[in-house]
């Protein structure tokens, strides 16, 4: 089987039930309206069509390129589906996709199923959308641009909550485990990146009419480019942040009583350090940050160029 | 491709198999539950949780090691969890040189690593038993009778009836892909990185739009067969007396191991 499991995909025993107790209240309250807007909006026409796109994204997940040493790029899907089904049917097709795979696969856990959802179809689907119309009807080569740069920062989110719930839980160390995560998922978004941005590519050719005006796609309202945008904003802050500066951030979650709730384990906390939580490293690696988002947007964005100068 | 190529339903004729599927899945969320409360470096109640799982392996009739050998597949995430054995302070156990870094190993942290462990492995059986006794489309029965909303119940159906369907097509694309990348030996086939990928997500576009229009011709012939908006079963199930004292029997034992893990 082609069927390649990502480190997304958190197995039962790995969250503690507190954390995922939370995620599974977060994921419920989101899916709950994204069903009560679904059921409003899609006449049964589109429910078919969003069990048959949960199937597509499934499949969608076996292609892969190969890359260099035996790697591959492959696709996760959300923020492809939000763009083209809309983020609220997007929502709801991830959730299926991913429930799947943990009921038949046993990739990702039951009882952690809140935390993947919320990782890998929400916040992946809210990124996507947001982004891509935060560009509104631009030219084709803006909206590939701006697709390729959503579909980076929702893998990175989706690492970067990953790795928060993962020390929560008190399973990874913060400093080992966001640069790791989110270093091997700069790669991985990259892939999802390049696959999202040739298959709306793709579709814009040869249907147009599913991404244009009056599409599913195009029928949500402008409170998502606001989510949207303020999501990636956090992760671009957070993930550079976390990286070089995971005490800084420990004592944060400490001083607000995070990490006492979440780690209910019976070990000690990790002692304070008297580290500066804004120190001169962690303001020069947000900008870093800034910056490589910039430039994988232009490097996108050359690549849409070029692209529809072929076609 | 067959339509249950992706189903892992063991058939069996056995006092498991023939529970109410809503009575297996309440079990295994339970337990998997359970599990995650029980503090670490409860070895008795692990042990305990070890035996219940085995008692139900044997009551399926699917061989006492049959979700034993099938549990690798969580392994892999475990690496993730390595940075607890040097991060909680305790006693240091052994410590090593890797590069230019020294790892101590304490006592606290090996005890939440092989507690993580466990419980991750135990929890990862009971899902691949209940997958092994239930069959697809009664898990989402159960599923859509626990109260899960109808229309994320109906999605998941439409996705497992249309997965192999689309997994066939993916084939199809793949192996058309690799038929016209014919190279000489010893010579690379095709374009740089950006190519393939390219070529990657053409693919997936190419899916898309062919599950897109499939979804037309699916959802007309439903309308043709008098499709009203939900789906619906010819087998109701019910829950008998027998399904209600295996629930309590198992969430008693799922008591007892909460217990032993406390004391």
């Known amino acids: ?311 | 491709m067959h339509f249950d190529a992706f189903d892992r339903y063991h058939d069996h004729d056995s006092f498991i198999h023939r529970l109410d599927p809503r009575v297996k899945v309440v079990v295994t969320v339970v337990f998997i539950v359970s599990n995650a409360l029980l503090p670490d470096g409860a070895w008795f109640a692990f042990g305990f949780a070890w035996l219940f799982l085995l008692l139900c392996n044997l009551l399926s009739k699917l061989g006492y090691a049959y979700t034993l050998k099938r549990s690798i597949i969580a392994l892999p995430f475990a690496f993730i969890a390595i940075t607890v054995l040097f991060s909680i302070p305790g006693n240091p156990l052994s410590t090593f040189h890797f590069l230019m870094w020294d790892f101590t190993i304490t006592d606290a942290g090996l005890l939440r690593f092989v507690s993580i462990l466990i419980r991750s492995w135990l929890s990862v059986q009971m899902a691949i038993l209940l997958v092994a006794v239930t069959r697809f489309p009664d898990l989402i029965h159960a599923f859509e009778h626990l109260r899960v909303p109808a229309i994320l119940t109906t999605i998941i159906a439409f996705l497992y009836r249309y997965l192999f369907v689309l997994t066939d097509e993916v084939f199809r694309l793949l192996r058309a892909r690799e038929s016209r990348s014919a190279a000489a030996a010893g010579s690379r086939s095709g374009g740089g990185v950006l190519w393939r990928a390219k070529v990657a997500g053409n693919m997936a576009g190419q899916l898309f739009l062919r599950s897109y229009e499939r979804s037309d011709r699916i959802y007309n012939a439903m309308l043709a067969r008098g499709y009203i908006g939900h789906l619906y079963t010819l087998n109701p199930h019910e829950m008998k007396s027998k399904d209600y004292y295996a629930t309590a029997f198992a969430i008693a034992v799922i008591f007892l191991m909460q217990l032993i893990g406390r004391f």
């Not at chain 1, 480190?7 to 969250?15: A, C, K």
């Not at chain 1, 939370?22 to 899916?31: E, F, M, Q, S």
């Open chain 1, 1 to 311: 089987m082609f069927y390649s499991p990502t480190p997304l995909h958190i197995p039962d025993g790995f969250l503690n039930l507190m954390v995922s107790l939370v995620c599974w209240v977060i994921t419920a309250l989101t899916l709950g309206a994204a069903i009560s807007r679904t059921n409003k909006s899609l006449g049964e026409r589109q429910i078919p069509l969003m069990g048959v796109m949960a199937a597509f994204i499934f499949a969608a997940q076996m292609i892969n390129f190969p890359v260099a040493g035996g790697t591959s790029g492959h696709l996760l899907g959300g923020a492809l589906a939000s763009i083209v089904l809309g983020p609220w049917a997007g929502m709801l097709v991830m959730t299926a996709v991913i429930a799947v795979q943990a009921l038949l696969f046993q990739d990702g856990g039951l009882l952690v199923m809140g935390a993947n959802i919320l990782n890998m179809g929400l916040v992946t689907a809210a990124i996507g959308y947001g982004l891509y119309r935060s560009v509104g009807n631009g030219s084709k080569t803006v909206r590939l641009g701006a697709a390729g740069v959503a579909a980076w920062l929702s893998v990175m989110a989706a690492a970067l909550l990953t790795s928060l719930q993962l020390w929560l839980s008190g399973t990874s160390q913060l400093g080992i485990v966001i640069p790791a995560m989110l270093g091997v998922h700069a790669l991985i978004g990259l892939g999802e990146a390049l696959i999202t941005v040739f298959a709306l590519g793709f579709i814009l050719q040869t249907r147009p009419d599913l991404l244009g005006e009056g599409s599913e796609s195009a029928k949500a309202g402008r409170g998502w480019i606001y989510a949207g945008g303020l999501i990636s904003l956090v992760v671009v802050f957070l993930s550079p942040l976390a990286s070089a500066d995971p005490d800084g951030l420990e004592r944060v979650a400490e001083d607000l009583g995070f990490l006492g709730a979440g780690q209910s384990a019976p070990y000690q906390i990790i002692p304070d350090y008297t580290l500066p939580f804004l120190g001169e490293t962690a303001f020069s690696t947000i900008l870093a940050g800034v910056v490589g988002v910039i430039i994988v947007g232009l490097v996108i964005l050359l690549v849409g160029r070029g692209m529809k100068a072929k076609s």
